[in-house]
């Protein structure tokens, strides 16, 4: 099988504006979130892909691969679907571009989801993480994620889910790491859906693979790196360097 890993790369963020190009000790974000997605040696090619000319100099003339959107894109999974339409692939991942910390371990744990008889079956993977501190289980920009016994997410949102109302049962929260693997041919089938009504209401592009009644396998990671969403997250991410 061959594997793309495509980095959607969207210059003017709503909540922390060009954080891409932030500098994060001696590069900017887009540039660690490359050179790590790349540094795993998972992939037959990794390309940025964006609609920014500022982020396709920064890894074109540092020798990284890149192509401009032609088109402007509601996710980055529309973004990365127009860029690998005409691409011969079968596994496509989707690697934020604001994850600068991409280790080799959790992608391949992902990668292989789709192997061997079982995996013949799934479409879409992703990843999450445990989350211990309330203030990120509270904050609304930790998107959490609940799972069936199968690990197949039951559901995806901003807000406290499950919502503890017995306080006697311990219960792991999870994050819902922005980082998916798809068939090609599931995410093209995503570009020509509509945007549905969980995914408006929520801001979460995966709930519309919900809402069409394809699973998404949750693959567990002890990830814990730093999702840059804004500038206090950068300043994590310093310290986390």
Same mark, same amino acid.
């Given at each position: 099988?061959?594997? *793309?890993?495509?980095?959607? @790369?969207?210059? @003017? @963020? ?28 998972? $992939? ?7 609609? *920014? #000319? ?6 074109? *003339?540092?020798?990284?691969? %890149? ?6 894109? &509601? ?22 571009? #604001? &994850? !600068?910390?991409?280790?080799?371990? !959790? ?6 989801? $789709? ?9 879409? %993977? ?26 197949? +997410? ?7 889910? !499950? /919502?503890?109302?017995n306080k006697e049962i311990s219960i792991p929260y /999870? ?10 041919? +599931?995410?093209?089938?995503?570009? *020509? ?7 408006? +209401? ?10 069409? %009644? ?8 002890? /990830? ?12 994590? %991410?310093?310290?986390?360097?």
């Amino acid at each position: 099988m061959k594997k *793309s890993a495509f980095i959607p @790369a969207r210059y @003017a @963020a709503t909540r922390f504006p060009a954080k891409l190009m932030q500098l994060l000790g001696t590069k900017p974000v887009i540039r660690h979130t490359y050179d790590n997605t790349v540094a795993t040696g998972l $992939f037959d090619e990794v390309i940025v892909v964006t609609d *920014s #000319d500022i982020i396709y100099q920064e890894i074109t *003339s540092n020798g990284g691969k %890149a192509t401009m959107s032609i088109r402007e894109h &509601e996710s980055g999974s529309d973004r990365i679907a127009e860029a690998v339409s005409n691409m011969q692939t079968d596994i496509v991942v989707n690697v934020q571009g #604001d &994850e !600068p910390f991409v280790k080799k371990e !959790p992608l391949q744990k992902l990668l292989r989801v $789709f192997d061997g008889e079982d995996g013949e079956t799934v479409q879409v %993977a992703s990843l999450m993480q445990v989350l211990k501190e309330q203030k990120f289980i509270d904050d609304p920009n930790y998107v959490k994620v609940a799972v069936d016994k199968n690990s197949n +997410a039951l559901f995806f949102s901003r807000s406290v889910i !499950p /919502y503890p109302r017995n306080k006697e049962i311990s219960i792991p929260y /999870y994050e819902h790491i922005g980082v998916y693997a798809f068939r090609k041919q +599931a995410l093209l089938n995503f570009t *020509s859906w509509p945007m549905t009504p969980l995914e408006a +209401a929520e801001k979460i592009e995966c709930l519309r693979y919900l809402e069409n %009644a394809v699973p998404i396998k949750m693959i567990i990671t002890d /990830y814990m790196g730093v999702e840059i969403d804004t500038p206090e997250d950068l300043e994590r %991410a310093a310290k986390f360097l």
